[in-house]
């Protein structure tokens, strides 16, 4: 365990937290053992506890000693249990958080066990439904106390004395050596009566036997296993269990820039993330969860092509309206805290083809392909080969004017070789024909527009000289050779405009009209993809320091937000971010495994 100096009262940093989550939403615990984040039922429900993006009265639970004290935390290995230990003067307490697997209700338990003389502690419960706004009804219950706001009923079970003090409910107890206190939180429907709750210390012992016996079926070794192992469990935890979809992150609104307004909501799933997703999972041995992400886009994307979306709900769901929270203060003062996804609405070409390569690569992975998927496929690339050559907001979904960019086009191109190598290699009926004038069509007028002979690098977007992170996967998905001049000219421009202190920003937004103030962090996805890149051109040992240094980004529980403001040496944006664990992952695999994404998705029928 790291040991870390904390206070009760001092502000946290994105890295100071750690996720506790049921495969169906997830809280963020800080290091000075308060929950600033939870949303109920779902991820992308409203927020119970906002504290996180607002201030401590939008909500929080926080359970800590009342004497100065030393935090040293980890999670039990293999595990989402997270154990915080807590030192005074006169004693140690472990802090033992997590939260079952989901059955009738939800539930985070915590267990206050006592290792050494006796401390004195106190717990603060703030409820406040709908993002930090409604104050919940309290009443006593036979065990604790019952929360209850519209739709939302949260019980409180605890074997402590509890108390009203300003809308807050306290509790202050000793805890002694060999003694264990329980508290149980639970959510359910307010209609319905209370339900029974959990024995903490069965749901320890069930939780912790859940996640060794997902994380013992992991087939990966190596150098990297330990970082391979805690980002699977993240991305684990981050996955919607009844659907299969993957949300980008837990959180909305945490800042790319502090004091700024580049503050989105990522609790959805985003197409753009599905090629890489899919192959950690298959690299690692997790079929299952592989089949269940694969399903979910297949429904998710189902109906008129032409209505086919960057991002979708857990469940597929296409409204994601966003709306500004104005009551929240935001993360540091960065406002405005916005609640939905208005890129949901946006045209990014680049989607099309990193669903037909999912599909593709499910089906070269063994996958059982599902009824009615070559027929949608076939009705995506009619939609491509109408407008693969129309301008779109890109794969940062850019609020600015719609760009010809280069990496979309690629992408596009990308759609249609994938849907081609499907057809030749599964013997799957197909105007292959049509599809190969396509295909070229595409590749002969990126290659005439899109990359600058004068410099020997592909551009952010027609007719500009600027450059885009995206760019690094060109060779990746196969649309140039890794060994070709042009992408190794690529690779050695984004080394001289895009790093700052060595690590990788998507594009200079102080060049690219994103339709937002200037300035952001390095997107750590990104400086993945320049290791992946690097492997690839041969530049083995860059490509290891490069992962290297990023791995050494990650907080004391080994966890990565979006991006890295290396200013001020702190994370920045959502946390934790799934792209970042996903490219950890694969880069990983790319270095030291023999199923290597890079070949996977470069490799030709």
């Known amino acids: 365990m790291a040991e870390i100096a904390a206070a009760a009262t001092a502000r946290s940093q994105i890295a100071d937290y750690a996720l506790i989550g049921d495969c169906e939403t ?20 409203d927020a119970c506890f906002a504290a996180l993006i607002g201030e401590p009265s939008n909500g929080y639970w926080r359970i800590t000693p009342t004497a100065p004290f030393k935090a040293s935390r980890r999670y039990r ?5 997270l154990e915080t230990l807590f030192e005074t003067a006169d004693g140690a307490v472990a802090l033992i958080d997590f939260m079952p697997p989901r059955g009738d209700i939800s539930n985070i338990v ?4 006592g290792r050494r003389g006796a401390v004195p502690l106190r717990m603060d419960l703030v409820l406040r439904f709908g993002y930090g706004r409604t104050v919940p009804w309290v009443s006593a219950i036979d065990g604790g106390l019952s929360a209850v706001a519209g739709p939302d009923k949260v019980v409180l079970r605890t074997p402590i004395e509890t108390r009203g003090e300003t809308m807050t409910t306290v509790a202050d107890f000793t805890v002694e050596a060999g003694e264990t206190v329980p508290f149980v939180l639970s959510h359910q429907a307010s209609h319905l009566p209370v339900m029974a709750g959990v024995d903490p210390a069965k749901a320890l012992a069930e939780t912790e036997a859940f996640w060794r016996a997902w994380i013992d079926r992991c087939q990966v070794a190596g150098p990297y296993v330990e970082a391979v192992h805690r980002s699977l469990i993240t991305l684990k935890a981050m996955t919607h269990a009844p659907t299969g979809g993957l949300v980008a992150a837990p959180t909305t609104s945490l800042p790319e820039q502090f004091g700024g307004e580049r503050n989105w909501d990522y609790r959805y799933c985003w197409i753009r993330d599905s090629t890489l997703t899919l192959l950690a999972m298959m690299n690692c ?8 992400w694969r399903d979910w886009l297949q429904r998710a994307v189902a109906g008129d092509p032409a209505e086919m979306q960057i991002m979708y709900g857990l469940g597929g769901e296409r409204r994601l309206m966003e709306w500004t929270v104005d009551w929240l203060a935001g993360h540091e003062g960065s406002k405005p805290v916005r609640v939905g996804n208005a890129a949901h609405g946006q045209f990014q070409l680049d989607v099309f083809g990193e669903l037909m390569d999912t599909f593709h690569q499910a089906r070269v992975g063994g996958l059982a392909t599902p009824d009615g998927l070559w027929e949608l496929q076939c009705a995506l690339i009619a939609h491509v080969s109408e407008v693969w050559n129309q301008p779109d907001e890109g794969i940062w979904e850019v609020r600015g004017p719609r760009q010809s960019f280069t990496y979309s086009r690629a992408m596009a191109w990308v759609a249609v070789d994938r849907a081609i190598r499907s057809a030749e290699t599964f013997n799957l009926e197909a105007p292959l024909a049509d599809w190969r004038e396509l295909r070229e069509m595409i590749r002969a007028e990126v290659w005439a527009q899109g990359f600058d002979k004068d410099r020997n690098t592909f551009t952010q977007a027609y007719g500009t000289p600027a450059l885009d992170a995206s760019l690094l996967l060109l060779a990746q998905v196969g649309f140039v050779e890794a060994s070709d ?15 700052v202190d060595g690590f990788v920003q998507r594009y200079r937004t102080q060049k690219t009209d994103d339709g937002l103030p200037p300035g952001e962090g390095a997107f750590l996805a990104c400086s993945f993809w320049l290791a992946d890149a690097y492997a690839m051109i041969g530049r083995e040992d860059d490509a290891r320091a490069l992962f290297e240094r990023l791995l050494a980004l990650r907080n004391d529980v080994g966890l990565l937000a979006e991006e890295y403001d290396s200013a001020a040496a702190r994370f920045a944006g959502n ?3 799934a792209f970042s664990h996903i490219g950890l992952v694969n880069t990983a695999a790319n270095l030291s495994h023999p199923d290597k994404p890079n070949d996977q998705r470069a490799a030709k029928a």
């Open 285 to 292: 041995g997790y079929f299952d969860e592989a089949v269940a």
């Open 485 to 499: 001049p042009a992408f190794i000219g690529t690779v050695e421009a984004v080394e001289r405009e895009l790093l």
């Open 26 to 45: 997830a809280a963020l615990v800080s290091r000075g053992g308060s929950i600033d984040w939870l949303c109920w039922p779902r991820f992308d429900s």
């Open 110 to 113: 915590r267990l206050i066990e």
């Open 77 to 81: 290995p293999g595990t989402l249990i």
């Open 575 to 577: 946390f934790p971010q």
